[in-house]
């Protein structure tokens, strides 16, 4: 066990809907990365926040969006959603500054798009 | 840009044979390198984990090596069983928190 959990689990939405992933980091953690899985392909950096801020994207548009919050909690929104954004979306939290420590992975939710 | 690449894409091996996965990446301005076992529909499962500053790691029938110069790693599956049958991802950190991964070695271990 990471620590690190995700919700909902599975996810079924049409396409031009939006949706909110969630991530709850462990306890501590100020960063949380969000990744993007698409099947057969390794996972794909979406965006990064520290300290409730956005810290680097990857390259995925500004329908992708994400918060931060102070109670080690996060969220993933994707707006208008697309057929080919389904996929596996995990989360990862880490401590960057002083005792650096490494990323943690939850377990992902899969989200598919009809 | 770091990029990470996985050879082979695919591995079919019979059961009690050793085998073993690479791994390379471009920029060696990694902070660690871990390797995940996925199973079909399911999450990652963390097997090692090799900080910079290592050159390999062990648990059990697996042993993991960073050669961080050169810009590869292999990890070893010793005596392999069908129940290692999986999906195996490498993946490299940067300081600040951001891991690129490779799409991964299928590997099969028939009976």
């Known amino acids: 066990e990471t620590g690190v959990t995700q919700s909902p689990t599975h996810l079924i939405k049409t396409r031009g809907q939006q949706v909110t992933l969630r991530c709850s980091s462990q306890?501590?953690?100020?960063?949380v990365s969000w990744y993007q899985q698409a099947l057969g392909q390794g996972p794909q950096f979406i965006f990064q926040?520290?300290?409730?801020?956005?810290?680097g994207r990857g390259n995925f548009p500004p329908r992708f969006s994400g918060l931060q919050f102070p109670n080690y909690s996060s969220e993933l929104n994707v707006n208008a959603l697309e057929l080919n954004d389904s996929a596996l979306y995990l989360c990862?939290?880490?401590?960057?500054?002083?005792?650096?420590?490494?990323?943690?992975f939850g377990p992902g939710t899969r989200l598919l798009v009809l | 840009k770091q990029e990470v690449t996985q050879i082979p894409a695919a591995l079919s091996v019979p059961e009690g044979e050793n085998l073993v996965l690479n791994c390379s990446f471009t920029d060696s301005a990694i902070y660690n390198l871990q390797w995940f076992r996925q199973d079909p529909g399911k999450g990652l499962t963390s097997l090692l984990l090799?900080?910079?500053?290592?050159r390999e790691q062990t648990s059990g029938r697996l042993n993991a090596s960073l050669d961080k110069s050169s810009g590869r790693s292999t990890l070893y599956i010793a005596a392999s069983q069908p129940g290692d049958s999986a999906t195996y991802l490498c993946a490299v950190e940067t300081n600040a928190g951001k891991s690129t991964f490779g799409d991964g070695t299928t590997l099969t271990v028939k009976p």
């Open positions: 990862a939290s880490s401590l960057l500054a002083g005792d650096r420590e490494t990323q943690y």
């Open positions: 306890s501590g953690h100020n960063t």
């Open positions: 090799i900080q910079s500053s290592q």
């Open positions: 926040y520290y300290r409730e801020e956005e810290n």
